[in-house]
């Protein structure tokens, strides 16, 4: 039996054409959508557990946060004076507190906030950052969201050795990868292109072609990352880093 039926609804779709249905019907059955195509009159009278008349209703296929810190959503807008300098010395503080467990509470907070607004926002997928990331799982595996996440590893930021910092992150991807029926993805999270030594970049991307994951960082956000790709023998960051891990 059909479990949800949406009729005359605005359907925008990303199939093979790009079809969009000024009066659509979406069938679901075990949770999955079976059919896309044009309303016709049975379906308002369709024998489905859950009939959604869709007038005046769009619905599309869900949205992708493609960068997100869910763990810092409590601080929306709390440094959003600061240069990006300052921001990084004043994140650099709590950081501190958030690896060593002090600010748990927040960190949950913040994931549960985020997957709240997603949720509410059409929002179903999102690339995550994190210091605690496996405080985050849960929440996110809970919530129905598909989730890219991963604790960010940085040899000139943390005061940790790398092989440290790629253990936990392997223990990450063994503990999580896959897992609440494939939705939540473990990554490899170099921070960026200003705070790991090449060798760091080089351990990382073996350890990427190993468990054969995503890597997800950030870059050319700073003149820094000039100076750091010509300090490790390249011209930019962009040659200097994407040529490691692609
Ligand atoms: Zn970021």
């Not at 779709?13 to 049975?42: C, F, K, L, M, Q």
């Not at 379906?43 to 810190?69: F, Q, W, Y």
């Not at 989730?147 to 440290?164: H, Q, R, Y």
């Not at 999580?176 to 473990?186: P, Q, S």
Request: charged fraction near 25%; proline fraction near 3%; aromatic fraction near 4%.
């Amino acid at each position: 039996m059909t479990d949800v039926l949406v009729h005359d609804a605005l359907v925008v779709t990303v199939d093979d054409h790009d079809n969009v249905y000024e009066s659509g019907t979406v069938v679901v059955e075990d949770d999955r959508i079976t059919e896309v195509r044009p309303t016709i009159p049975d379906d308002r009278t369709a024998d489905a557990e859950v009939v959604i008349d869709g007038s005046d209703k769009l619905v599309m296929p869900g949205l992708v946060n493609a960068h997100a810190h869910l763990e810092s959503s409590a601080l929306r807008g709390a440094y959003s004076d600061l240069s990006y300098g300052e921001l990084l010395v004043d994140m650099t503080v709590i950081c501190q507190q958030l690896a060593k467990g002090e600010l748990d509470y927040l960190a949950e907070a913040g994931v549960r906030l985020a997957a709240l607004n997603f949720i509410r926002n059409g929002i179903t997928s999102v690339c995550t950052m994190d210091i605690r990331s496996e405080l985050g799982v849960p929440i996110l595996g809970e919530s129905g969201l598909r989730a890219l996440t991963g604790p960010l590893i940085s040899d000139l930021f943390w005061d940790e050795p790398v092989e440290s910092q790629l253990r936990r992150a392997e223990k990450f991807i063994d503990d999580h990868h896959e897992t609440y029926d494939g939705r939540i993805h473990a990554t490899l999270c170099p921070h960026d292109d200003m705070t790991l030594t090449r060798g760091m970049w080089e351990s990382v991307a073996d350890t990427a072609e190993e468990y054969d994951v995503v890597v997800h960082t950030h870059l050319l956000e700073d003149s820094v990352s000039d100076l750091n790709a010509r300090a490790n023998k390249e011209k930019t960051p962009s040659v200097c880093w994407t040529t490691l891990v692609s």
